[in-house]
């Protein structure tokens, strides 16, 4: 099981900008596909981003399209978050996943990921 750790959230005001990351232990980084997902208080956990094993190819949210951009450095077994023009609708725990499978299809619905962070919280004030 690889450890998952987010960092780099906190209190911005609308506009703004924030990056997130998520250090994962092991060797085996490279394999997993990387999931970032939010929660806000009271709602169901949403799909943000996805980035795959290489990170060739990456799939956002329409919420977040545009604004948001995933990316991963493998040497560094990280993957980030770049979040810019902040909006309050944005305020959620962020938690970044693992997928293992080795599937063609990079995951959307939280199903597909096996090992979770513990998130850190965003919060954008308007």
């Known amino acids: 099981q690889v450890q998952l750790v987010e960092s780099g959230g906190g209190l911005v005001q609308a506009g703004g900008s924030l990056r997130l990351s998520c250090a994962a232990s092991?060797?085996?980084?490279?394999?997993?596909?990387m999931g970032w997902f939010r929660q806000a208080p009271g709602k169901e956990r949403e799909f943000v981003a996805v980035?795959?094993?290489?990170?060739?190819?990456?799939k956002y949210a329409d919420s977040v399209k545009g604004r948001f951009t995933v990316s991963r450095d493998n040497a560094k077994n990280t993957v980030y978050l770049q979040m810019n023009s902040l909006k309050p609708e944005d305020t959620a725990v962020y938690y970044c996943?693992?997928?293992?499978?080795?599937?063609?299809?990079?995951?959307?619905?939280?199903?597909?990921?096996?090992?979770w962070g513990q998130g850190t919280q965003v919060t954008v004030s308007s």
């Open positions: 996943a693992a997928d293992a499978r080795g599937a063609l299809v990079l995951g959307t619905t939280g199903g597909e990921y096996d090992n």
């Open positions: 092991g060797r085996t980084f490279s394999s997993y596909v």
């Open positions: 980035i795959s094993r290489s990170g060739a190819r990456t």
